[in-house]
């Protein structure tokens, strides 16, 4: 069963960079999209955007601007990076994995989450 | 964007109800609305996908139902590991978008 695990640096400073990295173990790694979420009080679930295997990406046209998504499939991990940080992007983010299948996509398979605080 | 609205934000419910959730979405999306069961401090838990299509491992109390702009998930004997906030999510077109959460409580 797939499993996957977010890391990195719990504070981030305000108009700074938070990146984080999703682990994924247990599955296949190629065939899928890999995705970003987070959750906050404020906006509750916002998608982020995903990296396909191939390495091409889709992002949300909100965050577009300060987001990048990378991909190493030797290691079977995705990161992503969002610069100038503000209060707003403290949440838990989420990584999680995309399946598509022949039917709408969704989200099958999720990280425990990794809480982000933006301090100034 | 797509304007995914649930209804109601929350509701209590004994054990053996049969519940009830609806999800609205701001235009057509045909049958690309997924729901999803969040408890709390854990990740989302995918249940339904493509409006009604059971995810492998979910119990079938679980259903779903709707196309074009209206759906609805029905929990048709609530258990006392269904507490929990509910989500629908739509993957029309991007941005992927969510609904507000519907949260069922003990009564």
């Known amino acids: 069963q797939v499993q996957l695990q977010e890391s990195g640096p719990g504070l981030v400073k305000s108009s700074e960079t938070l990146s984080l990295t999703c682990s994924v173990s247990?599955?296949?790694?190629?065939?899928?999209?890999w995705t970003w979420i987070r959750q906050s009080p404020g906006k509750g679930l916002e998608w982020i955007g995903y990296?396909?295997?191939?390495?091409?990406?889709n992002y949300n046209p909100s965050l577009n601007s300060r987001v990048t998504m990378s991909i190493d499939t030797s290691k079977n991990q995705f990161s992503l990076r969002l610069t100038s940080v503000t209060a707003a992007d403290t949440a838990v983010y989420f990584c999680?994995?995309?399946?598509?299948?022949?039917?709408?996509?969704?989200?099958?398979?999720w990280g425990q989450g990794s809480l982000v605080t933006v301090s100034s | 964007d797509i304007q995914m609205t649930q209804s109601p934000s929350s509701l209590s419910a004994s054990v053996g109800d049969r519940v009830t959730i609806t999800c609205r979405a701001s235009?057509?999306?045909?049958?690309?609305l997924n729901w999803y069961q969040q408890k709390l401090g854990r990740a989302p838990k995918l249940l339904i996908y493509?409006?009604?299509t059971l995810q492998s491992g979910v119990p079938s109390r679980f259903s779903g139902s709707g196309s074009g702009t209206d759906f609805t998930l029905t929990i048709s004997s609530l258990q006392p590991e269904d507490f929990a906030t509910y989500f629908c999510?739509?993957?029309?077109?991007?941005?992927?978008?969510f609904g507000q959460g519907t949260k069922v409580e003990i009564k």
């Open positions: 999680a994995r995309g399946v598509h299948g022949g039917n709408p996509e969704r989200f099958d398979s």
């Open positions: 247990g599955g296949s790694f190629s065939g899928y999209f």
């Open positions: 990296i396909y295997y191939s390495g091409s990406t």
């Open positions: 235009q057509n999306i045909r049958n690309y």
């Open positions: 493509a409006a009604s």
């Open positions: 999510q739509q993957s029309y077109n991007t941005p992927k978008t």
